[in-house]
C-alpha cells in the first residue's frame, strides 16, 4: 500500500489484479488529424513545459479535467478533496472548481481542479480563460466502455485546433487517464493507448478512483514537474 498526504488526509493505493486488455485499434494511418498531431507533438518536444516557478494565481497549479460523461472527472475530484468516493453524481452542467493543498517531500503545492462545461458559443471566452490558464489538462475516459479514448482523444484534437495558439508561457502537461481499473469488463486497450501516448511525448495512466489505485503515481508525476 502507499499514501499521500493530502491535508490530514490520507489517500490509500489499493493494489488490483491485472485484467485481459482488448486489442482494437487506436490510431489508423487514415486518421484525418495524425498529421496535425504529429506537427503539435513536434512543437510540444520543442517548447517548454509549465514551471513551478512560473505559476498563475498566487501559486495555484490549474488542472483543467477533460472527458466524457461519466468517466469519472468528478468522482476524481472529490475523491482528492474530500478523500470520498460519490458513486452517483449529477453530469457537470456549470464550470466544476475544486482547490486542495498537497504536500509531498516537505513541500506545499495548491491545485486547483477545473471541469468545464460543455463548449457554446456564450462560453467561447470563458473557455479561453481556462485553457490560457492551464498548467496541466487531464484527458479522461473510462475503459470498460468502447470509444471512450476515442471521445477524449477528439478532446485533444480540439484542444490543439482552437487554443493551443494560447499556450504561450509554454505548453501544459497533457495527460491521458484511463479510470475504472477496478472493473473487470475492459474495452479499451492499454497498450495500444500507450503507445499512442508514447510517440506523441503525452503523459498516460491508468487509475481507479473508487479505491484510490494509480492516483498516487499521477500526482507524483505532476508534481515532480513543479519542482
Known sequence: ?????????????????????????IDPPSHPMKKKIKCFSDTYLHRPLFSGKD??????????????????KSAFMLKLTKNYFEKYYIP????????????????????????????????KEEYNTLFENAKVIFLF??????????EAKNMLYSTIDNYSHLFTDGIPLIAFIGNKIDLPNRKESKADIESFCSSNQFRFFEI????????????????????
Open 141 to 150: 475516459y473510462d475503459i470498460t466502455v468502447q470509444g471512450s479514448f476515442e
Open 208 to 227: 481507479s478512483v473508487k479505491t484510490g489505485n494509480g492516483v498516487l503515481s499521477l500526482l507524483n508525476t505532476i508534481i515532480a514537474k513543479c519542482e
Open 55 to 72: 505559476l498563475t494565481n498566487e501559486g495555484i497549479i490549474n488542472v483543467l479535467i477533460l472527458g466524457g460523461k461519466g468517466v469519472g
Open 92 to 123: 457537470t452542467v456549470m464550470t466544476e472548481t475544486r482547490h486542495k493543498r498537497i504536500t509531498f517531500n516537505g513541500k506545499q503545492y495548491n491545485f486547483r481542479f477545473i471541469i468545464p462545461p460543455l463548449i457554446s458559443e456564450k462560453r
Open 1 to 25: 500500500l502507499h499514501s499521500i498526504s493530502l491535508d490530514n488526509t490520507v489517500l490509500i493505493q489499493k493494489p488490483i489484479p491485472k485484467r485481459e486488455e482488448d486489442s482494437s485499434p
